[in-house]
């Protein structure tokens, strides 16, 4: 039962940003001012917080890839409204030393132990923005949502755990540098996004501590926009 609602829950969250992207993206609505690409780098790590004990782990930070199409509306003077859908990876990973029956406390050898995580991402943000003659800065913050669809673990394959959660909810901030001589700007951007939604909550049980994982990323990236509508029009 438990899982029949999450589903549900699921779909209804993807038919709603379907019906959003649709919306914007109507010819007739005539609200996209500019589209562009930005791609890049994420910066990510998982924080593991035990129920039962003080014991939290922190693994080191995972690289992945940042692929995103993004579009622009209802740009004021100051203020407009930018929205990025696309894919990134996010994850965690951590050297382990090795044991053997004879070696229990290690044998002195490391294999590399990572988590990867492939998300479509959907992020409309408010951003501000302040021009200077052909350039800008900008700040933008707004809600975000991750669905995932690539889990992989390393060096032993392992299917996800039924209870983690494929649909995360969090927040996308962060500020950006663009240089727009016309039609075309060329942007360099940093993003911070930390989650809301654990990636598993598993309560206290006779056979398990409690845990908590959570995520948090931040992404580095370059992209181009191109203007629907020329400047000064």
């Not at 004990?53 to 995103?68: A, P």
């Not at 943000?125 to 690539?150: E, M, N, Q, W």
């Amino acid at each position: 039962m438990h899982q029949r609602t999450k589903k549900i829950a699921e779909m209804k969250t993807k038919l709603l940003v379907i019906f959003l992207l649709l919306l914007a993206l109507r010819p007739e609505a005539q609200i996209i001012e500019s589209i562009g690409i930005k791609s890049g780098m994420s910066f990510s790590n998982l924080d593991y917080k035990y129920a039962s004990s003080q014991l939290n782990t922190m693994y080191d930070i995972k690289t992945g890839i940042y692929l995103v199409a993004t579009a622009e509306a209802f740009t004021g003077k100051y203020l407009s409204v930018s929205t990025d859908l696309g894919f990134v990876q996010k994850g965690a990973q951590q050297e382990i030393e090795l044991t053997t029956p004879d070696f229990p406390e290690g044998t002195g050898e490391f294999t590399l132990w990572k988590t990867t995580l492939g998300y479509l991402t959907f992020s409309p943000s408010l951003k501000a923005t302040f021009s200077i003659r052909d350039a800008c800065i900008y700040a933008l913050a707004g809600p975000r949502i991750d669905y995932r669809i690539v889990y992989s673990t390393s060096p032993l394959d392992s299917d996800p755990d039924e209870e983690m959660h494929k649909l995360i909810f969090g927040l996308s901030w962060g500020a950006g540098f663009e240089y727009r001589p016309g039609r075309f700007g060329f942007l360099i951007e940093l993003l911070g996004h930390p989650d809301f939604t654990p990636l598993l909550d598993l309560k206290p049980a006779d056979n398990s501590l409690g845990l908590k994982i959570t995520g948090k990323s931040f992404i580095l990236s370059t992209g181009v926009r191109y203007m629907i509508e020329a400047k000064g029009k």
